[in-house]
């Protein structure tokens, strides 16, 4: 009877599929005032019985469209839509496989002002610099939040850590009603706020508030998200709660808390974890492995997003504690206020193993190491956001930010060096235990006046930071040298640091309009001071007296560093529709002073000059496709350690010397790049080349002794260069009206040259990287997900030093996640990776299997989920690596997160809206 059930499914299935008729519907559109073709109008159909979207295209530059799918109607609307005209429509018989419209006019729309209000909500509506989704017409699953929905957007990419881009370009900022929501961290926002309460997403080039309202260009390499919370869900309270508990004692925790009241927000937050995740997971499942699953390439374990530590201060594995804050309001009218407070708590523990070949012009010698840390980290942050519209033409912006960070750490390491033949040459214990407190104020304050309606303007800017540290650290150390005339180095010793470090920027910019609201001068002024003050000192232990009251000069320093610059210069743009071109010369005035209270002969004193420029080209061929390139030419000082002249000896194996006759560098830079999503076909093209030089670049210079202790200095040199290249390639097809498949083709690649020292032996290295990529997502709607990528890493080196042998590393990686949505109420996915390092050294593991696996129920009307979550199903995560530089090859091991098992518990809840349900939502990007 259940073959018979099967057969008769089967058959069933077939008919209904045989049914869908194939068809194409092409046409023009033309403006019916100015008789001329209408560019990127949204053309879209839907079904006349329920109003869903069955396809959609924007018009080309010559005002056609086609339309190609399949259907079971015999009757489908037609809807065209175009910023300042009157939404056409027509119901279209599909009697055939191929149907040509007469030619279609648009009428002006007399009731627009900015912007067309139409019933019937469009897909995509394309405006002057905007791209609109409705999100009605992009269907989700049940309880999709917004990372969901933008993975179901063209043209928009969300990888599994979180990280978003738009044609190609990474997000960078997520604002909530144009408001920061825990800083910029996009995962807390994406991965927690629901797509049903959300009625617009913005996508901008990234802008301060000041460059938005003074009409500057924003930066073209990374986008900003606002979205828009929907007006009948700006009142109520939303949440979520979880919790999980699993073998090994792994344990999670997190719970968010939103009020709502117009333009008062008030969000809650607290989680915590002992499975390295960043990201707060409330049971979910695939947002649950992305955290977690990246440490199997990497042993650190020390993870921030945009400068929020989430655990921070440690490697191996972590166990954490957040909360957090977030509260925005408009005071009154044109005073708009935001802010926010995070606190997290890490503790992490780390053993770790090193091999490393290290090369000579004339010998090798090898270094083995093993090493155990733990550390403690407590991090306070606040920060919080004052807009202040005097007037239409008036604002100013002020944004102040407080963080403190207090860290323990104690790290014990073994080192032994040997010679070609295997002989111990030097070996070295070292123990420490370090306490450690950092306080950081800064502020920023813009001041914005704009006069007319020409795009003039005048604005000033000012940052200031202000910070300390202070710590103590007690080390332990022994270094024997099998050299009978070398003396071994038995340290016991404390070591007090205190520094602080003042920043004043300044700038003004004032606008002149040459040809209004198309060609601007800008007028710039700013001035830079940075003064750092780095006292270390360091104290033996003084067997008679039990104290560490030894002060040991060799061992100390007491720096000043002062780098003051001033920099006029002018900046000439141009502005058009689809044209956008700047250009900015600034002469740079620098002086860098570096004092030493301990030893005042090695103070000196350098004034530089320089030209800076920087040039940008942006050319848009239509909605669909755009051209950018630019050239910089920027001025970069030298780092304090890098000219303190005295000899650093606290590692007795390394001893570093600064050289104060170091030249400040000259990064010259030259990118490009092509960007063409073609709504129409659903294929993406986008790729990128940089091509950097540097003048006076900053190297080390090294030179090594028959005892392999290492002496290291720093010189400029010319000569080094990079070229940087990628692209990628998108297509999404769509078989029927419930499978979709999206190819992904990629590729990266690089060719570095540097000019390096050797036992003063200069040479140069040449580095060439290739990196493509696959990628194949086959979905079947309310069915299943598969989506299995490859990665392809091969990497050469080439020395021009006979006696260097070249280098050539070839790994592999194989991804698999597969979703399956069946039976209904269940969710279960899978996240399988393959890695293959055939280069790393013996006793290090070369491949490893590393599969994670979820399944999940969803009950009380779909509030609840019940989750078990199987981390390291067959016990093989690994983080072994090999590293290639100039003068060594490194082989690395250390302590990752093993095999558990967890069942979670998430419940949500919402009265946002009426009875928490909402109606259709739009979407929309700025481009």
Known sequence: MKRIFVLLALIFAVHVFSQQKSFKIEGSLIAEDTKTPLESATVYLQRVKDSSLVTYTITDKEGK????????????????????????????????????????????????????????????????????????????????????????????????????????????????????????????TTRNLTKEIIDKVQITDTKTKAQAFAGEKGDDENKTINLTIKEENNKGVFGRLSAGAGTDERNEFAGLLNLFDNDRRISVLAGGNNINSPNFSFGEIEKMLGGASSISVSSNGNFSINGRSFGGGGQGIITSRNAGANYADVLAKGFDVSSDYFYSRSSSENDSRVERENILPDARFFTNSTSRETSDNDNHRFNAAFDIEVDSTFLINITPSFNYVKNQGFNNRFDETFDENQDLTNQSTFESFSDSEVRRFNTDVDITKRFGNNGSFLKFAFETEFSETDGDEFQISETLITDPNVNDILRNQQITNNSDFNKYRFSSTYRIPLIAKKLFLDAKLSHLSEVRNSQNSTFDFNDATLEYDLFNTDLSSDFKFTNRRTTPSLDLSYRKDKLRVSLEVGYVNRTLENEDAL??????????????????????????????????????????????????????????????????????????????????????????????????????????????????????????????????????????????????????????????????VKYASNNTNLGPRFGVTFNWKDVMEITPTYNLSYNTTRFDLADFDNQEFLTHNLRIRTAMFLPKKFEWRNDINYNYNPNVAAGFQKFSWFWNS????????????????????????????????ADYIQDAQSTVLQQYFMLSFSWKFNSLGSKGKTDSNSFIILD
């Not at 006019?105 to 912007?115: C, F, V, Y």
């Not at 850590?161 to 960078?172: D, E, H, L, Q, S």
């Not at 019940?866 to 199903?873: N, V």
């Open 599 to 760: 030893r005042p002969t090695l103070s000196a004193k350098e004034r530089f000059n320089a030209i800076e420029l920087d040039g940008n080209f942006n050319y848009r061929f239509s909605d669909k496709a755009s051209l950018y390139s630019g050239y910089s030419l920027s001025n970069r000082p030298p780092q304090l350690r890098q000219l303190q002249a005295f000899q650093d000896v606290s590692n007795p194996l390394n001893i570093i010397v600064g050289n104060p006759e170091l030249n400040p560098s000259n990064d010259y830079r030259i990118y490009m790049g092509f960007n063409n999503f073609d709504f129409q076909k659903r294929t993406g093209i986008f790729l990128n080349l940089n091509v950097s030089t540097t003048q006076d670049e900053i190297v080390t210079r090294s030179t090594v002794d028959e005892n392999f202790v290492r002496t290291t200095t720093y010189d400029n040199v010319d000569g080094n260069y990079r070229i940087r290249g990628g692209g990628s390639y998108r297509k999404s097809y769509k078989v029927d009206s419930l499978r979709t498949i999206k190819l992904n083709f990629g590729f990266n690649g690089g060719i570095n040259r540097r000019i390096n020292f050797n036992n003063d």
């Open 65 to 188: 469209f086609s339309l190609q799918d399949k259907t079971y109607d015999n009757f489908l609307n037609l809807f065209i839509s175009y910023v300042g005209y009157s939404t056409y429509s027509k119901t279209i018989a599909i009697d055939k496989e191929t149907i040509n419209l007469d030619p279609i006019s648009l009428k002006i729309d007399n009731n627009a002002l900015d912007e067309v209000v139409i019933k019937a909500t469009p897909p995509i509506t394309v405006k002057k610099d905007t791209l609109e989704f409705n999100v009605a017409s992009f269907k989700t699953k049940k309880d999709a939040n917004v990372e969901d929905l933008l993975k179901k957007l063209p043209g928009v990419e969300v990888d599994a850590t979180g990280a978003i881009t738009v044609n190609g370009k990474p997000v960078n900022k997520i604002l909530v009603n144009g408001k920061p929501f825990f800083g910029d961290d996009p995962t807390i």
């Open 854 to 885: 979820t399944l999940a129920y969803t009950f009380l009307k779909d509030k609840a989920t019940l989750t078990l979550k199987a981390y390291d199903i067959l016990n093989q995560n690994t983080n072994a690596r090999r590293v290639a530089t």
